[in-house]
C-alpha cells in the first residue's frame, strides 16, 4: 500500500514583496501506483500567471498518468519494454493537457488592463501567451515494478531504493540549452525534459522538491541526508507531517528565502521491513558528515 | 484496476481556493521547534564565496608577510559581520609562490574559519595560481554550494611581476562564467608591484589599489575585502525603475561599476601616516 503528502510554502521573499506563492504540489496514492509532483512558477514579470501555471502543470501531470494507467495491465506490461518511447509520449501528453487547461483558463479570463499595464505595447505582443504561465514541473511516478520520472527546469527528484541510500537518479537531459531555465511554456518543451527509470530496485520512498528546498542547504550530502531522516521517520506519520510543515516553514524563512514545495510518496510495507536499515543509514549520515567537516577544516598551507 | 481504489489525493497549490499553503510566520519565535529532527541538517542562508589569492613570494618576507597576517586575522571578524544580516560567507583562500595551495581544502563558512598565519619564500607563480583558480571555481569544484546565490568575490594581492606566464593563467580564468561574473579586486603591495598586471586581472583600473605601508596594506585590505563582501552579497533588482527586466550581465556590470566608485571613494579618505615598505628594511 502507498502513502504520501506534499506541501507548499511561500518563501519570505515573495512574502515582502507581497507576490503569492508560485508552487504547487500534489501526491496521489493508488493500489498500484502513486504520484509525487511539484511545479514551481516562475514569478518574474512575463509570466504573470504562473501561480495558476504550475498548479495546471500540476493537475495535467495526474490526468495524463491516470489515462495511461486507465489500462493498467497494457501499460505494466509494456513501460518495462518501451519505457524510453513511452515516457516520451507521457511527457509529451502532459505539455498537451497543460497547453489545454492554459488555454482554456486564458479563453475565459482574457488578459486585464491591469496585467497589460506593466508592459509596452511591443513588449506584450512579444509575449506568447503560454508564457504568462509559465512553469516547471518535477514528477516521480512509483509503479508496482517500476518506478519513474520526468522534470522539465529546475527541482529535485530523490528516491531512496531498497538499499536505503538516497539518490538523485533522474538522468539530465544535456540537450537542454545552457543557461536557459526548461520551462512547460517552451515551443520545444516536450523536447527538454530529463527523466529516468528503473525497475531492478524495489521502492522505499521518493521525493520531488521544487529548488527552493535544494538551495536551502549548504550542501549536496545535507540534502540527500534530509530525505533519509524525513523517510526514518515516515512511522510516525501524522507527526512527521507537522514537522515537514514548520522545516519548510523555516527553510522559507531563513534559507534563499524562495517558495518551496515537497511532495513524497512510499511504499508502507517495504518501510516497514527497511525501517531499521533507514535508521542505521541516518546515523552513518552523521557520522560521514563529522569526518567531512573534520576534514574540511584542515589546513594545507606552510604556517609560521 | 483503475482509480476505484483511489486513496487519497492531496493538493497543496498557489491558487486553491483554499489557500491552504503556508506562509512564512513573521516572528522569528514562531519558528523555534526544539523537537525538529531534520534541523540535523541546518538551514542555509543564501551564500557568497570570497577568494583570496595571496603572493607568499620571497619578496613578501618580513613586515609585509608579518602585517598581511595581522590584519587577515583582524579582517574575519569583521567579514562575518557582513555575513550576519541574511548571508552566508565563505572564504577560499589560494597561496601562491613557487607552488600553488590553498589553505583550506575547500571553502569554510566565515564562521568556522581560522587564519593560518603564512610563511613567504620562492617564486611568483601568479600564471599557475590563475590556473587553479580556475579549476576550482565551477560547480563541480569549490562552487558545489546548493545555497550558492551570488557570483564570488576575488581578490589579488601581491607585491612583484610574475615569474611565469600570467597570460597564459589569465587566458584560461577569463574563460571561466564565474570569474566573468566574479567581483574582482587588486592590491598591488610595495612598489615593485605591476599595477597593469592588476588592471589586467580586475578588467578595471578603479579596481586596483595599492599599498606601500604596513598601515596602508591594513586599511586597504579591509576596505576592498569588506566592499566587496557588501556589494558582492547585496541582492539588486533586475529591474529597473521603469520596471524593464535586467539581465545577469547588467547586474553584475553594474556592482563591478559600484565596487570601483566605494573603491576609490575610500581609497581617496584613507590616511598613510607610517614608513613605506621599500624605506629602512
Known amino acids: ?304 | 484496476m483503475n482509480n476505484d481504489n483511489l486513496v487519497e489525493q492531496g493538493m497543496n497549490t498557489a491558487a486553491d481556493i483554499n489557500n491552504n499553503y503556508s506562509s512564512a510566520p513573521a516572528g522569528d519565535d514562531l519558528l523555534d521547534f526544539d523537537d525538529d529532527p531534520l534541523s540535523a541538517t541546518g538551514v542555509s542562508r543564501k551564500s557568497l564565496v570570497i577568494f583570496f589569492l595571496i603572493d607568499t613570494s620571497g619578496s613578501m618576507k618580513g613586515k609585509k608577510m608579518g602585517e598581511l597576517n595581522t590584519v587577515m586575522e583582524e579582517l574575519i571578524p569583521e567579514i562575518r559581520k557582513v555575513g550576519e544580516a541574511d548571508t552566508e560567507v565563505k572564504v577560499a583562500v589560494l597561496t601562491f609562490s613557487t607552488d600553488v595551495r590553498w589553505m583550506y581544502s575547500a571553502p569554510i563558512p566565515i564562521e568556522e574559519f581560522e587564519w593560518a598565519r603564512l610563511r613567504a619564500s620562492g617564486v611568483t607563480s601568479l600564471g599557475a595560481a590563475l590556473k587553479e583558480l580556475n579549476a576550482r571555481m565551477s560547480r563541480n569544484g569549490f562552487l558545489n554550494s546548493p545555497s550558492l546565490s551570488f557570483a564570488p568575490v576575488i581578490f589579488l594581492m601581491t607585491d612583484g611581476y610574475p615569474s611565469d606566464d600570467y597570460k597564459a593563467g589569465l587566458k584560461e580564468l577569463q574563460a571561466n562564467s564565474w570569474y566573468k561574473f566574479g567581483l574582482k579586486a587588486a592590491l598591488g603591495i610595495g612598489s615593485e608591484a605591476n599595477d597593469n598586471v592588476l588592471a589586467e586581472f580586475t578588467g578595471s583600473a578603479d579596481t586596483v589599489v595599492h599599498a606601500y605601508s604596513g598601515g596602508q596594506l591594513a586599511q586597504m585590505i579591509k576596505i576592498i575585502a569588506v566592499t566587496s563582501s557588501q556589494i558582492g552579497s547585496k541582492s539588486m533588482t533586475l529591474s529597473d525603475d521603469t520596471s524593464h527586466e535586467l539581465g545577469e550581465e547588467d547586474v553584475f556590470a553594474a556592482k563591478q561599476k559600484l565596487l570601483g566608485q566605494q573603491i576609490q571613494d575610500l581609497v581617496g579618505k584613507a590616511e598613510a601616516d607610517d614608513v613605506p615598505f621599500d624605506t629602512g628594511w
Request: aromatic residues 10%.
Open chain 1, 1 to 304: 500500500m502507498f502513502n504520501g503528502f506534499s506541501h507548499s510554502v511561500k518563501g519570505a521573499s515573495h512574502e515582502k514583496t507581497g507576490l503569492v506563492c508560485q508552487d504547487s504540489s500534489a501526491y496521489k496514492v493508488c493500489d498500484d501506483y502513486a504520484i509525487c509532483v511539484v511545479a514551481d512558477g516562475h514569478g518574474s514579470k512575463k509570466h504573470f500567471r504562473s501561480n495558476l501555471g504550475s498548479k495546471f502543470a500540476v493537475e495535467a501531470t495526474i490526468s495524463t498518468i491516470d489515462r495511461f494507467y486507465a489500462d493498467k495491465a497494457g501499460f505494466e506490461e509494456n513501460l518495462p519494454k518501451n519505457y524510453r518511447l513511452i515516457i516520451k509520449n507521457i511527457q509529451k501528453q502532459i505539455i498537451s493537457d497543460w497547453n489545454k487547461l492554459v488555454e482554456e483558463h486564458l479563453s475565459q479570463n482574457p488578459v486585464t488592463d491591469e496585467e497589460k499595464s506593466k508592459f509596452t505595447e511591443e513588449e506584450f505582443a512579444a509575449i506568447q501567451p503560454e508564457s504568462y504561465y509559465g512553469t516547471t514541473l518535477i514528477v516521480g511516478v512509483a509503479g508496482k515494478n517500476f518506478t519513474f520520472g520526468v522534470q522539465i527546469g529546475d527541482g529535485t527528484l530523490v528516491a531512496l531504493f531498497d538499499d536505503g541510500k538516497a539518490v538523485m537518479p533522474m538522468e539530465y537531459n544535456e540537450a537542454a540549452p545552457a543557461n536557459v531555465t526548461a520551462s512547460m511554456c517552451n515551443s520545444n518543451a516536450a523536447g527538454m525534459f530529463s527523466a529516468f527509470y528503473r525497475d531492478k530496485q524495489k521502492l522505499i520512498a521518493m521525493f520531488t522538491s521544487t529548488d527552493g528546498l535544494y538551495t536551502s542547504f549548504g550542501s549536496e550530502f545535507d540534502f540527500l541526508d534530509y530525505h533519509t531522516i524525513i523517510t526514518s521517520k515516515l512511522n510516525d506519520f501524522e507527526n512527521l507531517k507537522k514537522i515537514i510543515v514548520n522545516n519548510l516553514t523555516k527553510r522559507a524563512h531563513f534559507g534563499t528565502e524562495d517558495d518551496i514545495s515537497l511532495s513524497c510518496v512510499y511504499d508502507e510495507e517495504l518501510f516497514a521491513q527497511k525501517h531499521d536499515l533507514i535508521v542505521s543509514e541516518v546515523e552513518a549520515n552523521k557520522q560521514r558528515a563529522a569526518e567531512r567537516k573534520a576534514e574540511r577544516l584542515k589546513k594545507h598551507v606552510e604556517t609560521e
